[in-house]
């Protein structure tokens, strides 16, 4: 099946700063991948859906200037999450549908996720 | 997108049959039935989409009742490797997103 990467893994950073996640198709191209949190032992939390070429759209709650999208390639999203807080740690995923489609309606491939710790 | 409701959690042995049921009394005519795995500290992985009647891969059975109020999935012989989330998800297929509900905590006990 198609797949999804995620860069970083794991991230530790101090509070203020700013991170840099990174989403990519390995083999496939996406005009529109989904950032999603999960808090631990909860559900999925979908935050955005990023457009390639175009701004993203954001989900009612989630603030668009703490967590900037960035979509600039078919293959390549990213998710900053500026001035970061202890209360933004969590856990990131990625997901992507491939363009070309597959046997399964709307599946959708999900990265790895990337654990935020702010101190 | 159709509401879900499923149970919250589930124990079960190795090498015995798991059935976790899915309720969406509101699913709509263009609604397809899909079902993802997550492991702990892992995105969420495909496992089987239906629309009606019976389906069958290599990993898991799908049965939808003739109404499409409910469904049914159902793993065959788990192993302690099972032991995920699973979450039934209902949705147009055209609609790009997908929103997840709570899922199911299916432990299994060796």
């Known amino acids: 099946g198609a797949v999804v990467s995620q860069h970083p893994s794991r991230v530790i950073c101090k509070s203020g700063t700013s991170v840099k996640i990174e989403c990519r198709s390995l083999?496939?191209?996406?005009?529109?991948m989904f950032w999603y949190r999960q808090f631990p032992k909860k559900s999925l939390m979908l935050m955005a859906t990023?457009?390639?070429?175009?701004?993203?759209?954001?989900e009612q709650g989630v603030e668009k200037d703490k967590f900037l999208i960035n979509h600039a390639s078919l293959t390549l999203s990213t998710l900053t999450v500026t001035s970061a807080h202890p209360e933004d740690s969590s856990f990131y995923i990625c997901?992507?549908?491939?363009?070309?489609?597959?046997?399964?309606?709307?599946?959708?491939?999900f990265g790895p996720g990337t654990r935020l710790t702010v101190l | 997108l159709a509401k879900t409701t499923q149970p919250i959690s589930m124990d079960s042995y190795e090498g015995q049959e798991v059935n976790i049921t899915c309720s969406h009394n509101?699913?709509?005519?263009?609604?397809?039935i899909t079902w993802y795995q997550q492991f702990p500290s892992q995105g969420p992985r495909f496992i089987i989409q239906?629309?009606?009647t019976k389906v069958t891969n290599e990993v898991a059975s799908l049965f939808i009742p003739a109404d499409r109020k409910s469904s049914t999935l159902s793993l065959p012989r788990v192993s302690l490797s099972d032991t995920a989330v699973y979450y039934c998800?209902?949705?147009?297929?055209?609609?790009?997103?997908?929103?997840f509900g709570k899922g199911t905590r299916l432990h299994i006990l060796p």
């Open positions: 083999d496939f191209q996406a005009t529109t």
């Open positions: 239906g629309y009606k």
């Open positions: 990023s457009n390639e070429g175009s701004k993203a759209t954001y």
């Open positions: 997901s992507a549908r491939d363009l070309a489609g597959g046997p399964s309606y709307n599946e959708q491939f």
């Open positions: 998800l209902v949705g147009d297929v055209r609609d790009d997103k997908i929103i």
């Open positions: 509101n699913i709509a005519t263009n609604d397809y």
